[in-house]
């Protein structure tokens, strides 16, 4: 399993589309793929789905780290219909906004 981390405190720099090259890349190898969307704008999210999630999103999974959380978080994108791998996302939200803070919620 390769873990990879796309992460810069500045805007405008590329992150979204080194996230969706990566993921995109990994998909035509045949590599299964599981995007977290942290960013509160979500913008890798809409790349994936095309729409902003209305399920279970990643500020809920990390102010509830439980597996049913994590599995119910895990959407499909349909970047990988009609692929051998898959290319999953738990979609990032401006709820995940108020995660990001040094205060203990």
Do not use: Y
């Not at 810069?8 to 590329?14: E, F, P, R």
């Not at 969307?37 to 439980?66: F, H, K, M, N």
């Amino acid at each position: 399993m390769f873990i990879v981390s796309v992460c810069s405190l500045k805007g405008g720099v590329g992150k979204t589309s080194v996230t969706l090259g990566l993921a995109s890349a990994a998909l035509h190898q045949g590599v299964n793929a599981l995007v977290i969307d942290l960013d509160p704008q979500g913008d890798s999210t809409l790349g994936l789905l095309g729409e902003p999630a209305s399920t279970v999103d990643i500020a809920e999974v990390l102010s509830s780290p439980r597996t049913e959380t994590i599995d119910r978080a895990i959407i499909p994108t349909p970047w990988s219909k009609d692929a051998a791998s898959h290319l999953d996302i738990i979609p990032g939200t401006s709820r995940s906004a108020v995660m990001d803070s040094p205060a203990l919620n």
